[in-house]
C-alpha cells in the first residue's frame, strides 16, 4: 500500500472523530441535578402538604406539590445559580436562591410564615428578603445569611464572622484575625451558639474567654441557613452584650451517598454524607480538615514563614434520626487543635525586634475546642413540639515561652500556662402556635461550669506562681416571649429574660421588647430594646491579691 494511502486513511479518521465529536456534543444532555427538600411551618415547623414549589426563570415549567410529609423533588435542574418559589394558600409566599452544582444534591428546608388575614383575595409579590430570619421572635438588628453568602463576600475566606464584617454597625479588628466589633461593643460581648447552643470561641488559636481567631473551625460546606443578631435581642438570647451567631448544621443527604474532597485556604479538606439504613430516613454528615501549610510543612515547601507554621485541625459532624413516634434524634459535634512555634532563636540577631525591644523569645501556643450535643425534636400534635438539647464542650490552652540567651541562644524558662475550661448543658425548649396571630416560646438552661486555670512566670531565681485554682459553677437562665401579629404588616414581641450566677449569687432581669411594621412600598420600621447582661470570661472571677501579710483574696468574687 502506497503512502498516499496511509495518509488518506489517516484524513478519513480524523474526519470520522471531528464529525464524531460535533454529534455527541449537539445531542448530549446537558448537565443538571436535583433540588429536593421539605416546607414547614416556620412556628409549629408541621410538615405543609400541598404547598407548591416551582423553578422561575427555567425554559420550560419545572414545579411540584409536597407530598403527605411535605417533601418535594424537582428533577433535571439545570447547573447555576436557581430560584425557588414556594407558596400555599393562607401562608405568605417566599423565594429562595440556591446554586445548584453537579457534585452534589441540593437538600433545602424552606419555612412558611402563616398569614394573620385569611379569606380575602390578596394579590401576593415574591420578594427575597435578608431580614427574614430563622427566628421568627426576631424583629430588629437581625438577618440570616447562608452558605452561599459566606462563600460570595470578598474576603470573607468562607468564615462567618468575616462575612458579618460587610454588614452595616459591624467591623473587624484586622485581616489577621476575625473578632468583630459591633457597634463598638468588645468582641467578648458576642455570643455563639450552634443548634440552639451556646458553644465556646469556635477557633483555631483562639484563648480563653476571647470570641475570634485567625482561622474559624466552623466548616461552610455543613452550616446551614443562620442568623446574626446585632442588639434587641429577643428573651431566648442570654449572656450576651453585643451580637448573636445563631448557627445551624444541615442534615446529610438522606437517599444516596456523597462524597467531597478540596483544597482551600483553610485547609485540605475531606468528607462524606449519605443514608443510615434503607429505610426511615437517617442520615450522616461528616468533614475533617487539616491546615493547608501543615500539609506543605510536612513535604519540605517552605511558604517564607519559617518555622511559625500554623498547623491546625478539625472534625465536624451530624447524625439525624427521624422517627414516627419519638421525634427526631440529632447527634452532632465539631472539634479543633491548634499549635504553632514562633521561634526568634532562628531569626537574624542583628535585627531589632520591634514588639520586645532587645528581648528574644521562642513562644509554643496550643490550643483546642470541641462540642458534642445531642439533641431531641418531639412534636406533641401540629401546633406544639419541644427541643431537648444536652452537650460537653470543652477548651483548653496551652503556652511555654521561653527567653532566649544573649550569650549563647540557648532557652531560659520564662512563662507557663496549661489552663482548660469544661461546660456542661441541658437545655429545653416549649413552644407553641395558638394561632395565625399568638406564638408562645418557653425555656430553661442550666450549665455546670469546670474551670482548671494555671500559669505561674520565672522571676529572676524561682518560679512565681500566678494563678493556681479550679473551681465549678453553675448559671442557670430562663425565658418567655409571645409575639402577637396585628395583620400581616404589624408584629409585636415581648418577652423576660432571666438569669443567675451561682458563684456569687448575682442575678439579672432583662426585659425585652419589639415592634415591626412592614409598608408596602417593600420598605419596613423596626424598633427593639432590651435590658442585656453577660458573664465575664471565668478566670476574672478568680483573680486573687497579694496583702501585705502574704495572704491572697478573691477580690473580683462579687463582679456582677
Same mark, same amino acid.
Given at each position: 500500500?502506497?503512502?498516499?494511502?496511509?495518509?488518506?486513511?489517516?484524513?478519513?479518521?480524523?474526519?470520522?472523530?471531528? $464529525?464524531?465529536?460535533?454529534?455527541?456534543?449537539?445531542?448530549?444532555?446537558?448537565?443538571?441535578?436535583?433540588?429536593?427538600?421539605?416546607?414547614?411551618?416556620?412556628?409549629? @415547623?408541621?410538615?405543609?402538604?400541598?404547598?407548591?414549589?416551582?423553578?422561575?426563570?427555567?425554559?420550560?415549567?419545572?414545579?411540584?406539590?409536597?407530598?403527605?410529609?411535605?417533601? =418535594?423533588?424537582?428533577?433535571?435542574?439545570?447547573?447555576?445559580?436557581?430560584?425557588?418559589?414556594?407558596?400555599?394558600?393562607?401562608?405568605?409566599?417566599?423565594?429562595?436562591?440556591?446554586?445548584?452544582?453537579?457534585?452534589?444534591?441540593?437538600?433545602?428546608?424552606?419555612?412558611?410564615?402563616?398569614?394573620?388575614?385569611?379569606?380575602?383575595?390578596?394579590?401576593?409579590?415574591?420578594?427575597?428578603?435578608?431580614?427574614?430570619?430563622?427566628?421568627? /421572635?426576631?424583629?430588629?438588628?437581625?438577618?440570616? =445569611?447562608?452558605?452561599?453568602?459566606?462563600?460570595?463576600?470578598?474576603?470573607?475566606?468562607?468564615?462567618?464572622?468575616?462575612?458579618?464584617?460587610?454588614?452595616?454597625?459591624?467591623?473587624?479588628?484586622?485581616?489577621?484575625?476575625?473578632?468583630?466589633?459591633?457597634?463598638?461593643?468588645?468582641?467578648?460581648?458576642?455570643?455563639? +451558639?450552634?443548634?440552639? /447552643?451556646?458553644?465556646?470561641?469556635?477557633? @483555631?488559636?483562639?484563648?480563653?474567654?476571647?470570641?475570634?481567631?485567625?482561622?474559624?473551625?466552623?466548616?461552610?460546606?455543613?452550616?446551614?441557613?443562620?442568623?446574626?443578631?446585632?442588639?434587641?435581642?429577643?428573651?431566648?438570647?442570654?449572656?450576651?452584650?453585643?451580637?448573636?451567631?445563631?448557627?445551624?448544621?444541615?442534615?446529610?443527604?438522606?437517599?444516596?451517598?456523597?462524597?467531597?474532597?478540596?483544597?482551600?485556604?483553610?485547609?485540605?479538606?475531606?468528607?462524606?454524607?449519605?443514608?443510615?439504613?434503607?429505610?426511615?430516613?437517617?442520615?450522616?454528615?461528616?468533614?475533617?480538615?487539616?491546615?493547608?501549610?501543615?500539609?506543605?510543612?510536612?513535604?519540605?515547601?517552605?511558604?517564607?514563614?519559617?518555622?511559625?507554621?500554623?498547623?491546625?485541625?478539625?472534625?465536624? =459532624?451530624?447524625?439525624?434520626?427521624?422517627?414516627?413516634?419519638?421525634?427526631? $434524634?440529632?447527634?452532632?459535634?465539631?472539634?479543633?487543635?491548634?499549635?504553632?512555634?514562633?521561634?526568634?532563636?532562628?531569626?537574624?540577631?542583628?535585627?531589632?525586634?520591634?514588639?520586645?525591644?532587645? +528581648?528574644?523569645?521562642?513562644?509554643?501556643?496550643?490550643?483546642? /475546642?470541641?462540642?458534642?450535643?445531642?439533641?431531641?425534636?418531639?412534636?406533641?400534635?401540629?401546633?406544639?413540639?419541644?427541643?431537648?438539647?444536652?452537650?460537653?464542650?470543652?477548651?483548653?490552652?496551652?503556652?511555654?515561652?521561653?527567653?532566649?540567651?544573649?550569650?549563647?541562644?540557648?532557652?531560659?524558662?520564662?512563662?507557663?500556662?496549661?489552663?482548660?475550661?469544661?461546660?456542661?448543658?441541658?437545655?429545653?425548649?416549649?413552644?407553641?402556635?395558638?394561632?395565625?396571630?399568638?406564638?408562645?416560646?418557653?425555656?430553661?438552661?442550666?450549665?455546670?461550669?469546670?474551670?482548671?486555670?494555671?500559669?505561674?512566670?520565672?522571676?529572676?531565681?524561682?518560679?512565681?506562681?500566678?494563678?493556681?485554682?479550679?473551681?465549678?459553677?453553675?448559671?442557670?437562665?430562663?425565658?418567655?416571649?409571645?409575639? @402577637?401579629? $396585628?395583620?400581616?404588616?404589624?408584629? $409585636?414581641?415581648?418577652?423576660?429574660?432571666?438569669?443567675?450566677?451561682?458563684?456569687?449569687?448575682?442575678?439579672?432581669?432583662?426585659? +425585652?421588647?419589639?415592634?415591626?411594621?412592614?409598608?408596602?412600598?417593600?420598605?419596613?420600621?423596626?424598633?427593639?430594646?432590651?435590658?442585656?447582661?453577660?458573664?465575664?470570661? /471565668?478566670?476574672?472571677?478568680?483573680?486573687?491579691?497579694?496583702?501585705?501579710?502574704?495572704?491572697?483574696?478573691?477580690?473580683?468574687?462579687?463582679?456582677?
Amino acid at each position: 500500500m502506497s503512502v498516499h494511502s496511509y495518509q488518506l486513511k489517516g484524513l478519513k479518521c480524523i474526519i470520522f472523530l471531528l $464529525f464524531s465529536t460535533f454529534f455527541i456534543s449537539s445531542n448530549g444532555q446537558i448537565p443538571t441535578q436535583t433540588i429536593r427538600g421539605s416546607v414547614i411551618d416556620k412556628a409549629s @415547623h408541621e410538615s405543609l402538604i400541598g404547598a407548591a414549589v416551582r423553578l422561575l426563570d427555567s425554559t420550560s415549567f419545572n414545579g411540584v406539590a409536597c407530598d403527605v410529609d411535605g417533601n =418535594f423533588r424537582l428533577e433535571n435542574v439545570a447547573l447555576g445559580r436557581q430560584i425557588l418559589q414556594v407558596s400555599m394558600v393562607g401562608y405568605k409566599e417566599v423565594t429562595i436562591s440556591v446554586v445548584v452544582t453537579s457534585g452534589k444534591e441540593v437538600i433545602v428546608t424552606i419555612e412558611l410564615e402563616q398569614s394573620v388575614v385569611q379569606g380575602k383575595e390578596v394579590t401576593i409579590v415574591a420578594e427575597r428578603e435578608k431580614n427574614k430570619t430563622n427566628n421568627e /421572635m426576631t424583629t430588629v438588628s437581625a438577618r440570616s =445569611f447562608t452558605v452561599e453568602e459566606t462563600s460570595r463576600y470578598a474576603g470573607s475566606l468562607n468564615d462567618p464572622s468575616r462575612m458579618a464584617a460587610n454588614y452595616a454597625g459591624v467591623s473587624s479588628t484586622s485581616d489577621a484575625r476575625n473578632d468583630i466589633i459591633i457597634r463598638d461593643n468588645s468582641p467578648l460581648g458576642v455570643l455563639w +451558639r450552634l443548634n440552639g /447552643m451556646e458553644i465556646p470561641n469556635p477557633n @483555631h488559636f483562639g484563648s480563653l474567654g476571647t470570641t475570634g481567631g485567625p482561622v474559624s473551625i466552623l466548616n461552610n460546606n455543613l452550616l446551614d441557613k443562620s442568623d446574626f443578631l446585632t442588639g434587641a435581642f429577643p428573651a431566648e438570647y442570654g449572656n450576651a452584650l453585643a451580637g448573636v451567631f445563631d448557627l445551624q448544621m444541615r442534615s446529610g443527604n438522606n437517599e444516596k451517598h456523597e462524597f467531597l474532597g478540596q483544597i482551600g485556604f483553610n485547609g485540605f479538606e475531606l468528607g462524606a454524607e449519605g443514608p443510615l439504613g434503607k429505610k426511615g430516613g437517617a442520615s450522616y454528615l461528616i468533614n475533617y480538615r487539616y491546615s493547608t501549610l501543615g500539609v506543605f510543612k510536612a513535604l519540605g515547601i517552605n511558604f517564607g514563614t519559617g518555622t511559625a507554621v500554623p498547623e491546625y485541625q478539625d472534625l465536624s =459532624f451530624k447524625v439525624d434520626v427521624p422517627t414516627k413516634k419519638l421525634g427526631k $434524634f440529632a447527634l452532632y459535634g465539631i472539634g479543633g487543635k491548634s499549635y504553632v512555634e514562633v521561634l526568634d532563636r532562628e531569626n537574624d540577631t542583628t535585627q531589632t525586634n520591634l514588639y520586645d525591644g532587645e +528581648r528574644r523569645q521562642d513562644g509554643y501556643f496550643g490550643n483546642n /475546642m470541641g462540642v458534642v450535643g445531642l439533641q431531641h425534636t418531639y412534636f406533641f400534635n401540629s401546633t406544639t413540639y419541644s427541643k431537648l438539647n444536652l452537650s460537653l464542650s470543652t477548651a483548653g490552652e496551652k503556652y511555654k515561652i521561653d527567653s532566649i540567651s544573649v550569650s549563647d541562644n540557648s532557652p531560659i524558662p520564662y512563662y507557663r500556662n496549661n489552663s482548660n475550661q469544661q461546660k456542661y448543658t441541658a437545655d429545653y425548649s416549649w413552644n407553641k402556635k395558638f394561632s395565625s396571630k399568638d406564638y408562645l416560646k418557653i425555656g430553661f438552661t442550666i450549665n455546670r461550669y469546670e474551670y482548671t486555670y494555671r500559669d505561674s512566670g520565672f522571676e529572676y531565681d524561682h518560679w512565681e506562681q500566678y494563678s493556681n485554682f479550679k473551681k465549678g459553677s453553675n448559671l442557670y437562665q430562663g425565658f418567655v416571649q409571645l409575639q @402577637h401579629k $396585628f395583620s400581616d404588616k404589624f408584629s $409585636f414581641t415581648a418577652g423576660v429574660h432571666a438569669q443567675e450566677f451561682d458563684l456569687n449569687k448575682t442575678f439579672a432581669v432583662e426585659p +425585652r421588647i419589639g415592634l415591626r411594621w412592614e409598608m408596602n412600598n417593600g420598605s419596613s420600621v423596626s424598633a427593639g430594646a432590651g435590658m442585656h447582661s453577660q458573664l465575664q470570661p /471565668m478566670f476574672a472571677y478568680l483573680v486573687q491579691t497579694l496583702h501585705p501579710d502574704g495572704s491572697y483574696a478573691e477580690t473580683n468574687r462579687t463582679l456582677g
